[in-house]
């Protein structure tokens, strides 16, 4: 029972390149959810997917792209990285109203440099 | 912008010991939320606890919710060496569907 797996755990692109982060869950969640962990910022939401096929905006949507391919996937796109979007990101989903809270992934580090 | 705010920032105590953790928050809320996170992981749900409900125990963790006061606790009794992580309070406010809103977290170590 894997949950909910992030690939890759490690990149570093440089500043102008695109690149995917893929989500994967295994759980039969409805909602998926990318987030950022910056140093003393905690986390904020960049999109989340109430259920297939929509998605929507958080706090920071700027600079990224999302796509809820089907119930299990929810990728999160960056078409032109900048240095300010190095980050930690992480992907989460959640049951029905919520119940058990969210199931995170292990994160992916993104140096643009 | 934060809708949880956590303190300490920074907390520091001895193997044994209860710790303590406090979050407030700004608005309404439908439920506020636990997690833990192991240095370099990913978040780890604790504990879950409603708005029409004022305390809630699991295992060595108590909760308790002053909606009143908009804020929260977090009691972690017997503290042990593996307790030594990151906690994080999450508010859900949202109409619909529930979307966190997470405190930048309070840091805790347990000495040995």
């Known amino acids: 029972n894997a949950g909910v797996t992030q690939t890759p755990k490690f990149q570093v692109l440089k500043t102008g390149q695109s690149m995917t982060l893929q989500c994967a869950q295994d759980?039969?969640?409805?909602?998926m959810y990318w987030y950022r962990q910056d140093p003393g910022m905690g986390l904020r939401l960049i999109y989340y997917?109430?259920?297939?096929?929509?998605?929507d905006k958080g706090e920071v949507p700027n600079g990224y792209n999302v796509s809820r391919l089907n119930k299990r996937e929810f990728s999160l796109r960056l078409e032109s990285a900048a240095p300010s979007q190095t980050s930690v990101y992480f992907c989460?989903?959640?049951?029905?109203?919520?119940?058990?809270?969210?199931?995170f992934g292990s994160g992916t580090r993104l140096t643009v440099v | 912008s934060q809708q949880g705010e956590e303190d300490p920032q920074a907390l520091s105590i001895q193997e044994g010991e209860n710790a303590t953790m406090n979050c407030s928050y700004k608005?309404?809320?439908?439920?506020l939320q636990w997690y833990r996170q192991n240095s370099g992981r990913g978040l780890v749900h604790l504990i879950l606890?409603?708005?029409?409900?004022r305390e809630k125990h699991s295992g060595r963790l108590r909760v308790t919710l002053d909606t009143s006061k908009k804020s929260s606790s977090l009691l972690i009794t017997a503290s042990r060496a593996a307790d030594t992580a990151s906690y994080f309070c999450?508010?859900?406010?949202?109409?619909?569907?529930?979307?966190?809103?997470f405190g930048q977290g309070t840091r805790l170590t347990i000495n040995p």
């Open positions: 997917s109430a259920s297939e096929g929509t998605t």
């Open positions: 989460a989903s959640s049951g029905w109203a919520g119940i058990g809270g969210y199931t």
């Open positions: 999450a508010t859900d406010a949202s109409q619909g569907a529930q979307k966190l809103v």
């Open positions: 608005t309404s809320i439908n439920n």
């Open positions: 606890i409603r708005s029409n409900e």
């Open positions: 759980m039969n969640h409805n909602s």
